[in-house]
């Protein structure tokens, strides 16, 4: 008989319930978990590979240590204590600070919190990894304004507007919201006479599903929504009542953008004047209006700008914290750790005062500049540097810098290549883990129950973390030994323990959302008020409000490079696997087995390029061979490459090896990503 063990799916944020069949300690069938309010019983066609990812004869079984002639295997014990020694070496020769602990996208909350509290009981503020490419750039302009990442209230908008995102294709997740698939987001809204409205310079499947497409030149949607907020002042369409009372400096803002008019804007973004004219309108007339912001706003040099635009829109609309728009919804406490950084000053934090962790672009400089206060340790927990951040080559230069570099995954990588020690890690299904989640119903938390044991000698993460600082004596207040016990622990606040998610599964921690709450509290800014015009933005060199520029690698801030490599490059990623994750299975590898460029028919004829022709893409940085395809996806001047391959296992082209490095957005350090210059050739 099969046992039936309800659990949590982690490739990606949405952490959707499952149901796993188990028998004789295999897993039999994944299917949807019905009552789980996440995805209700849906799973996105990733989901068949969890299977596969468990079992795959390529995960890592045993701790490996580099030696002259490649990787050996060692036992746990050999392996803790060589990391003892060389961290112990390190912080007495350099300081805690020159360890540095590298995380990757917080899919999971082992992947969010995994080596947290060692940093802590270790001394290091240092956090670093995707926080400068996901997310946190847009974290950053929010809090700044708000004090805090409102959602966007999908289920009861009357206009929504995802800006810069493609959800039906990646996600069904907002910040820490549940979405049980945009697709049915979408079409629920519209059964109900929403609009849907979406912003991309892609015609991507979520904008073939929306009453409008805009498509503006890509990273110039701080000139669209200046030139918005222009309208909604100008036509007097702003809610005044709510910016009166709640919006600081509104005459400031008001001369800020006298001068951005739609015509201004139309020729940096090509989007006709009275079409930003017509969305401004609909935007700020629509009692209700939500804006889910993406991940196409994180990976710009001029990133931050754009959502602080977006930002500014909102403000101006009263759409933050109201029904329909962008509430802040209710989400259970937890314990943060560790609780080190408010203590000390991190690495680059004078290069980025606003920035919640060390932008990777600190890490990497430090480390190529060989500054004297450079990183000379780092552990790198559930993430791929090497193929995520910009420049692949010089990203493994410098990590080759480092003195001691351990790596925890679950596969071999184009990071665990570079490690000095490779520690394997037991995977989702093979640990308790657990997930918190925001709705308008209220906060809510699911238990991802652990199904299987994990392969060969791989363990949990914080079995790892606390075996390594025992080793070092410094163990005394760690709060946890094992997983269980970090969930009772994080969990603490929330009054919620293994034993009751066990019992129930699913349990709801906060009470349903409240409107406005402002009204009462105020916004947890510093004036309680609403910042658009920020001081701390100028107090860090920046301007008080968003300004348009055009970006450092595009053809008109680079005609020179424009020359050579006239085409402009973007990412996109494929449906059938997040990142650099899953592309080695035979689940994803049979339906999608080769990255590509997407280019439009003129382009593709101008160079010969014929629907899947291998041509070479060459940026500044790299150069990589692809398959073509033609598509009316892209306009004319645009390509857009796949993201995710490049590991050992794959052996594939990253696109990573083209993006730059050398720009970078000046608060979050977000490298241009999803726009370098590029040149297509056939062969
Ligand atoms: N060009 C370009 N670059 C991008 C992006 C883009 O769109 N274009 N997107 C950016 C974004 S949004 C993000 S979030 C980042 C992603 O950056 P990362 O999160 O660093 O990338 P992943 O490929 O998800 O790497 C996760 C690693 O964790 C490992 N892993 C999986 N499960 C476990 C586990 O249970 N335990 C441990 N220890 N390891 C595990 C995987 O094998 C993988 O090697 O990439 C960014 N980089
Ligand atoms: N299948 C799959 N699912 C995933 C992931 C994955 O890698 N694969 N990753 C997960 C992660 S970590 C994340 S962060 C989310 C991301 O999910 P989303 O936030 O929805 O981001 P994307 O789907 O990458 O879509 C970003 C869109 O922004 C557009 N864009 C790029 N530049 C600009 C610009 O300058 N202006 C405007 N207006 N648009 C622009 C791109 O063309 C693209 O269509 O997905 C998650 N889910
Ligand atoms: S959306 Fe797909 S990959 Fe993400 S958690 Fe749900 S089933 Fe897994
Ligand atoms: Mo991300």
């Known amino acids: 008989m099969d046992k039936m063990i309800r659990s949590l799916c982690g490739f990606c944020h949405s952490n959707c319930g499952i149901i796993v069949r188990v028998r004789d300690g295999k897993i039999t069938r994944i299917e949807g978990d019905p009552e789980n309010p996440v995805n209700r019983g849906y799973l996105c066609p990733k989901a068949q590979a969890l299977k596969p990812m468990i079992e795959s004869e390529e995960r890592l079984k045993f701790p490996l240590k580099k030696m002259k002639s490649g990787f050996v295997k060692v036992s746990w014990d050999e392996a803790l204590n060589l990391a003892a020694d060389k961290l112990t070496h390190v912080r007495q020769a350099y300081g805690p600070e020159s360890l540095v602990l590298c995380g990757g996208a917080p899919v999971t909350y082992v992947?969010?919190?995994?080596?947290?509290?060692?940093?802590?009981?270790?001394?290091?503020?240092?956090?670093?990894?995707?926080?400068?490419?996901?997310?946190?750039?847009?974290?950053?302009?929010?809090?700044?304004?708000?004090?805090?990442?409102?959602?966007?209230?999908?289920?009861?908008?009357?206009?929504?507007?995802?800006?810069?995102?493609?959800?039906?294709?990646?996600?069904?997740?907002?910040?820490?919201?549940?979405?049980?698939?945009?697709?049915?987001?979408?079409?629920?809204?519209?059964?109900?006479?929403?609009?849907?409205?979406?912003?991309?310079?892609?015609?991507?499947?979520?904008?073939?599903?929306?009453?409008?497409?805009?498509?503006?030149?890509?990273?110039?949607?701080?000139?669209?929504?200046?030139?918005?907020?222009?309208?909604?002042?100008?036509?007097?369409?702003?809610?005044?009542?709510?910016?009166?009372?709640?919006?600081?400096?509104?005459?400031?803002?008001?001369?800020?953008?006298?001068?951005?008019?739609?015509?201004?804007?139309?020729?940096?973004?090509a989007v006709p004047a009275d079409r930003i004219r017509e969305l401004a309108r609909l935007y700020a007339t629509t009692e209700g209006a939500a804006i889910k912001d993406g991940n196409g706003l994180d990976m710009h040099s001029t990133g931050v700008d754009m959502v602080r635009t977006i930002v500014l829109l909102i403000a101006l609309t009263g759409n933050i914290d109201n029904k329909g728009g962008n509430p802040f919804l209710p989400f259970v406490p937890q314990t943060p750790l560790p609780n080190v950084r408010s203590e000390k000053r991190s690495m680059g934090r004078e290069q980025f005062p606003l920035f919640p962790a060390v932008p990777f672009p600190v890490v990497k400089e430090r480390l190529m500049g060989e500054a004297p206060e450079r990183p000379r340790a780092i552990i790198v927990h559930h993430s791929n540097p090497v193929l995520v951040q910009a420049n692949r080559e010089r990203t493994k230069q410098a990590l080759e810098k480092l003195e001691f570099m351990m790596v925890m995954d679950i596969f071999p990588t184009a990071t665990t290549e570079l490690a000095d020690l490779v520690l394997p890690a037991a995977a989702d299904l093979e640990m308790v883990d657990y997930r918190a989640f925001s709705s308008t119903k209220g906060g809510f938390l699911a238990l991802r129950e652990k199904v299987v044991e994990p392969p060969g000698s791989a363990r949990p993460v914080f079995e790892v973390e606390y075996g390594l600082a025992k080793k070092m004596g410094i163990e005394q207040n760690y709060p946890f030994r094992n997983a269980e016990e970090w969930l009772n622990f994080v969990l603490k606040p929330a009054k919620v323990s293994l034993d009751d998610l066990r019992r129930e599964h699913v349990i709801y921690g906060s009470p349903a959302v409240v409107y406005k709450k402002y009204e009462r509290e105020g916004f947890k800014t510093p004036s309680g008020k609403v910042e658009c015009y920020s001081e701390r933005f100028e107090k860090a060199g920046r301007q008080a409000l968003p300004v348009f520029e055009y970006p450092k690698e595009s053809p008109t801030a680079r005609p020179d490079l424009a020359k050579k490599y006239t085409l402009c490059a973007t990412t996109r990623r494929p449906a059938e696997f997040v990142h650099t994750k899953l592309v080695n299975l035979p689940t994803a590898g049979r339906i999608y087995p080769d990255p590509i460029v997407k280019l439009n028919a003129s382009d593709a004829s101008k160079r010969d390029v014929k629907q899947d022709d291998m041509v070479e893409v060459e940026s500044r940085t790299g150069k990589i061979r692809l398959k073509a395809n033609i598509s009316e996806e892209v306009t004319p001047g645009l390509v857009t490459i796949d993201f995710g391959w490049g590991n050992p296992t794959d052996k594939k082209a990253s696109i990573n090896s083209l993006s730059p490095d050398d720009v970078w957005d000046p608060v979050s350090g977000g490298y241009p990503n999803r726009l370098f210059l590029c040149e297509v050739k056939k062969g």
Request: with cysteine; hydrophobic share 40%.
């Open 111 to 269: 992947a969010r919190d995994g080596f947290r509290q060692f940093m802590g009981v270790f001394g290091s503020p240092n956090f670093t990894g995707a926080s400068n490419l996901c997310h946190v750039p847009r974290k950053v302009a929010f809090d700044d304004a708000f004090g805090g990442m409102p959602e966007p209230d999908l289920e009861n908008s009357r206009l929504i507007i995802f800006w810069a995102g493609n959800p039906v294709n990646t996600t069904r997740f907002t910040g820490h919201a549940s979405v049980d698939g945009f697709n049915r987001t979408i079409s629920r809204a519209k059964e109900r006479g929403a609009n849907v409205v979406v912003i991309d310079p892609v015609r991507t499947e979520t904008a073939a599903l929306a009453d409008e497409w805009v498509r503006p030149n890509i990273a110039t949607d701080t000139a669209l929504g200046l030139a918005m907020a222009r309208t909604i002042i100008k036509e007097n369409l702003y809610d005044r009542a709510f910016v009166e009372k709640w919006v600081i400096r509104f005459d400031e803002i008001k001369k800020h953008v006298e001068p951005l008019t739609p015509e201004w804007a139309e020729k940096i973004t």
